[in-house]
């Protein structure tokens, strides 16, 4: 499974920035899409997941209400809508897919693929 993440950028407090995860490959084998993000100097933090099959979401606690994790599973395609941007939401943003199987999605140890990743800058 190969993962392109994309749409990152640079924008202001208060803000609104949208990334998109394009799967490719046996996406057939993987059943949660996730997001997470890292700051320099700190350790990769969950974000938001997703099921294909139902559409099932779940939120780290620093973007709820904020952020909004979709897909379409027709382009095998995963979206990170961000609003209300603030300045700690600065990171890399990485899209992770997780092989099916049962049990936790909020550590970077329960996803088998990663993409590269996309900078996120807030400015004051």
């Known amino acids: 499974v190969q993962l392109q993440a994309s749409g990152g950028g640079l924008v202001q407090t208060g803000g609104s920035l949208s990334l998109s995860c394009a799967a490719s490959?046996?996406?057939?084998?993987?059943?949660?899409m996730g997001w997470f993000r890292q700051a320099p100097g700190k350790e990769r933090e969950f974000v938001a997941a997703i099921t294909w099959s139902d559409g099932r979401k779940w939120y780290g606690d620093s973007v709820k209400g904020r952020f909004t994790i979709s897909r379409d599973n027709a382009k095998n395609t995963v979206y990170l809508q961000m609003n209300s941007l603030k300045v700690e939401d600065t990171a890399g943003y990485y899209c992770?897919?997780?092989?099916?199987?049962?049990?936790?999605?909020?550590?970077?140890?329960?996803?088998?693929?990663w993409g590269q990743g996309t900078q996120v800058t807030v400015s004051s």
């Open positions: 490959g046996r996406t057939f084998s993987t059943d949660v």
């Open positions: 992770a897919a997780r092989l099916a199987r049962s049990g936790s999605l909020y550590y970077t140890y329960d996803y088998d693929y």
